[in-house]
């Protein structure tokens, strides 16, 4: 996702493509004597002359070796994204250009801070066990949640009376094998996912309950402190501490071995990233906790079945080589090539070139022969993936997800 935006304040007024000038087409005087009365345009009060220099000029205070210049423009940046692919308040995956501006930003006094509660470092929680996620906030004025779906950054970052950020937290759970692991996990694997929209206890406390709990690994908790239109939140000042916190954690299996089939059973789920509302691309996403595979045929909304990354390679003890390929995984949810009803369809269909389908029968082996005749993927990769393919019954997103397991996502890239 292209994080792009632009530090203006226009009210209600829109802009529309042409309504502005272009880029360098006059100076700030001439500007404003155009744009005066038209409410399509940049306001005269709301230009910020900083943007019309590099920061390298001669003279400038700050400058220092190595630093880039600005980019600049005489209006704001309010066509930066013309002829681009828009946002427009979907999350789309394959990048794109926002508009919208960066908005209020709050004093040194108001800046957020965050702390996870729970779990504690290096703390043991058991594998398949409900448990809560925990964060500490200050100077964030939680509960205020969008729409994801229509409304993504389609709204400047907001103050309350107190001059604290009005928006909301997300937590994160990556697996990643190690406490020492030096290996940054993959942004777009995810073990647990929760997009918090309540206000918590009123006194910055906020909880997300991660139900059936997690299989046994070394995991990775991160708190993503977002705006009300889910924006990471803007500070007014480079130096200054975090806003978020990560903290890592381990998951066992119940001693003696009773728990060891629900933590074989729950690492096929832990890759589904099941989001009740909010969507990416048409998928769901952000606005809710994953849930059970279990779960997933009767869901209205879709399943997202992401890259199970060092999960499955913890749960199973080995790695494959996909060859030149990246991500065999496999989405389950309705609305895919406009069908009504729940069907399959490779997640990555850049690599896996093949529409949706009924039966995951056919999208599997239309993976595995691409495992052989394209990827170029080892004999072992292709013999996980067609023993899969043979064992896994039942179109729904559990079967998904134990295709996921018995190939378990995690190559050589």
């Given at each position: 996702m292209l994080y792009r935006y632009i530090a203006l304040v226009l009210g209600s007024s829109s802009i529309v493509a042409g309504a502005a000038l272009n880029r360098g087409e006059l100076g700030s005087a001439r500007l404003q004597q155009r744009q005066n009365g038209n409410p399509t345009c940049l306001a005269p009060n709301a230009l910020q002359t900083a943007s019309q220099k590099t920061g390298q000029e001669a003279g400038t205070d700050g400058i220092k070796d190595g630093q880039a210049p600005s980019e600049t423009d005489n209006a704001n940046f309010i066509n930066f994204c013309s002829g681009q692919t828009l946002t427009n308040g979907a999350q789309l995956t394959r990048g794109s250009c926002n508009g919208i501006p960066m908005g209020k930003i709050p004093a040194a006094k108001n800046m957020i801070s965050a702390m996870i509660v729970n779990p504690q470092p290096g703390d043991q929680i058991t594998a398949g066990e409900t448990f809560n996620i925990a964060v500490q906030t200050v100077h964030l004025d939680a509960g205020f949640f969008v729409n994801p779906t229509t409304n993504y950054y389609t709204a400047p970052q907001n103050l309350n009376k107190d001059g604290d950020i009005i928006g909301h937290c997300h937590v994160t759970v990556q697996e990643i094998g190690s406490f020492k692991s030096t290996n940054p996990p993959d942004p777009?694997?995810?073990?647990?996912?929760?997009?918090?929209?309540?206000a918590g206890d009123g006194q910055g406390l906020l909880q997300a309950v991660v139900t059936d709990g997690l299989p046994a690994g070394i995991y990775r908790v991160c708190t993503m402190i977002a705006a009300r239109n889910h924006q990471p939140v803007n500070m007014p000042v480079a130096q200054r501490g975090a806003q978020d916190d990560c903290t890592k954690f381990q998951v066992v299996d119940a001693a003696g071995g009773n728990n060891a089939g629900k933590g074989q059973?729950?690492?096929?789920?832990?890759m589904i990233g099941k989001i009740d509302s909010g969507k990416v691309d048409g998928q769901a996403s952000d606005a809710d906790s994953t849930r059970s595979a279990s779960a997933d045929s009767s869901a209205a909304a879709t399943t997202q079945v992401s890259r199970a990354g060092s999960t499955q390679a913890a749960a199973?003890?080995?790695t494959l080589d996909f060859g030149s390929c990246t991500n065999p995984a496999i989405v389950?949810?309705?609305?895919?090539?406009?069908?009504k009803e729940n069907s399959f369809q490779p997640a990555d269909k850049t690599e896996f070139t093949h529409g949706s389908a009924l039966d995951i029968d056919t999208i599997t082996g239309f993976i595995c022969d691409r495992f052989n005749d394209r990827c170029k993927a080892s004999n072992e990769a292709i013999s996980a993936c067609t023993s899969a393919q043979a064992a896994t019954k039942g179109n729904t997103g559990q079967a998904a997800g134990k295709i996921q397991y018995s190939i378990h996502v995690h190559g050589n890239h």
């Open positions: 777009v694997t995810f073990a647990f996912f929760k997009g918090i929209d309540d059973q729950n690492a096929g789920s832990a199973v003890g080995r389950f949810g309705p609305g895919f090539d406009g069908r």
